[in-house]
Every structure is written in C-alpha cells, then in structure tokens.
C-alpha cells in the first residue's frame, strides 16, 4: 500500500514536470518567434535603408553626371562666344586699319587734298597723331561723309606703335634699312619721300655718312618728341657704329 502511494506521488510529479516542460518549451517557442519576427523586420528595414541609400546614390551620380555635363557645354559655348568676339575685332581691326587709306582713296578734287595727303602720310611715319586730323579736318566732307566718320573705331596709336616696334628692332639689330623704306614707302609726306631719298641715296654711295646724318638732323628738328624723331635718332646711331 505504501509502495502505490509513493508510485502515485512520483506519477503526479512527472505530469507536473511533464507540464512545466510544456510550459517552458511553449514559452521558449513564444521567445523564438517573437525574436524571428524581430530580425525579419530589422532585415526589413535594414533592407529600406540600403535600397533608400541606393536611390539617394543613384541621384547624386546622376545630378553629377548632369552637372558636367552642363558644365562642359557652358565652357564650350564660352569657348565659341571668345572665338566670335576673336574673329569679330580681328575683322574691325583689319577694316579700322585701311581708315586712313579709304580717306586717302575718296580725296579726289577735294580743295584739302593735299593737305590731308601730307598729315595723313605723317601718322603714317609717326610725325603726328591722329588727334590733329580730326581736330584741323574732322568736319571736311569726304565723299558725302564728314572725315570723322571713316575714323569710327581707329585706333589712334596704329601706326606709332608700328614706327615704335620699327624702332626697337632696329636698336636690337633685328631690322635694317629695308625695314624702315618699307615703312615710308607707305607714306604720302613729303618728308617720308625726303627722308626715303635719302637712305636710297646713301645705299647707292650717292652721299657720305655726314650727309645722311644732317638729313637726319633735319627731320628730328622738325618733329620733336615724336616717334619718327625716336626713329630718325635710332637710324643715326645704328649708321654711327655702321651696324647699318
């Protein structure tokens, strides 16, 4: 009787133990699915940030792509507009350097014509400025248009720096007389035409060394502080140490 007590208690205890292994292993199963369905939603969302980082990337790379792309067809539209404006001022220049021969061409009978032949010719050798034709003849009429008008966009210094260059070469031995008759070869003065017959005259041993110099001396009297004056001196230099 006793032994079936004892029987019966250790019965009752293994079904206790029996449910609270069930117990356990329920709970441990509410544990294990609650923790799956936590990982399943941080992949999730890990899965949202990285497709979010994704498209942001994919955004940028393509802005960036656009940007230099806009970029490059702002620096190549630059790059037209410069060579335009280029062509454009190399066009003005070459058409404001022909002023003083356009003037020249249209004098016809003009009752100033040889005046104007004479000041014109003397830019040209850089006896003169451009200021003393308009002020002396800006108004004259020259074919239908007053003087001023064949000036618009000369420069005033075009010949002076082209006798100044001339100078400098000469001082450096880069030019030679040739140089300087090509110069006054374009010259309508008459001091150009002196001066020109001169320097032909002494290459042809038609006159001394002296004598070139005192037509030299003549001119730089003449046009004082001028750059034919600076010219007129470099000429007598170079002829004094017969680099000439």
């Known amino acids: 009787m ?17 449910g609270q292994a069930k ?6 199963a509410d544990v294990s699915s609650s923790a799956s369905q936590h990982t ?3 992949q999730s969302s890990l899965a949202g940030v ?8 994919a955004v940028v790379r393509s802005r960036g792509q656009e940007i230099r792309q806009t970029a490059q067809e702002a620096r ?11 062509q454009a001022a190399d066009v003005a220049k070459a058409s404001a350097a022909t002023a003083l021969d356009d003037i020249l061409a249209n004098l016809r009978d003009s009752p100033w014509k040889s005046e104007l032949e004479e000041l014109i010719g003397l830019i040209k050798i850089g006896g003169t400025g451009v200021e003393e034709l308009v ?4 108004a004259a009429g020259v074919a239908g ?7 618009e966009g000369f420069d005033p210094g075009t010949y002076a720096d082209q006798v100044r260059d001339l100078t400098t070469e000469l001082r450096s031995g880069a030019a030679g007389l040739d140089e300087v008759i090509q110069q006054l070869q374009g010259s309508t003065s008459t001091y150009a035409k002196f001066l020109l017959s001169a320097i032909e005259a002494f290459k042809g041993g038609k006159i001394t060394l002296d004598e070139m110099q005192r037509r030299l001396d ?16 470099a000429l007598q230099d170079q002829l004094a140490q017969g680099s000439l």
């Not at 990285?50 to 990337?57: F, T, V």
């Not at 190549?76 to 280029?86: K, M, S, T, V, W």
Request: net charge negative; aromatic share 6%; proline share 1%.
């Open 76 to 86: 190549e539209g630059a790059e037209r507009d410069f060579r335009g404006i280029g």
């Open 218 to 233: 003549a001119i730089r009297r003449e046009f004082p502080d001028t750059e034919l004056e600076d010219l007129a001196k």
């Open 23 to 28: 117990s356990t292993a329920a709970s441990m």
């Open 145 to 151: 248009r007053e003087l001023r008008d064949f000036l």
């Open 135 to 138: 002020t002396k003849f800006g």
């Open 2 to 18: 006793s032994r079936l007590l004892r029987l019966g208690e250790l019965h009752q205890t293994l079904v206790a133990l029996e």
């Open 40 to 42: 399943l939603a941080a």
């Open 50 to 57: 990285e497709s979010a980082a994704s498209g942001a990337l």
